[in-house]
């Protein structure tokens, strides 16, 4: 199935339509540019796409995170480490070819490590990781296995 290109004519097409509405420059900068582009596709294509490049994927804790797309970059997601523990493997998009750039939060929800190899994280680096955590945050869950441990969506221990 082909999806339309969206090159700097389709953007063309797309702020002309905004323009026709808008006021200001201020305005231009809130419109729905997605929604626009979105009406690009048909349905089979918007499906299509959100196959290969989703919105938001499901991280084992139950929680949607929105993927982070910007020009230049891997596709991001930016989670809590409690929140991917039982994931042996970095998910990844596009028909399992690209592999989504993981930044790990701590209960701070800054940034403890940032990953495209998830297996290797947790074999190599997460030991450490957790040994500072655990003394920073010690209410919070540090499993010595986290391939087998269950996630978390608020950081602390799972009732079991």
Known sequence: ?????????????????????????????????????????????????????PERITVPSGNTVRVEYVEGKPPAIHVKLQELFGWTDTPRIAGGKVPLQLHLLGPNRRPQQITDDLNS?????YPVVRKELRRRYPK???????????????GLKPRD
Request: net charge negative.
């Open 1 to 53: 199935m082909d999806i339309p290109k969206l090159d700097d004519a389709a953007v063309q097409v797309v702020l002309q339509q905004l323009c026709q509405s808008a006021t200001s420059l201020a305005q231009l900068r809130r419109a729905a540019w997605l929604d626009h582009f979105k009406g690009v596709f048909d349905y089979s294509q918007l499906q299509q796409v959100e196959r290969h490049a």
């Open 121 to 125: 994280f947790w074999k190599t680096t």
């Open 140 to 154: 919070h869950f540090w499993p010595e296995d986290p391939l087998t441990a269950k996630a978390t969506h608020n």
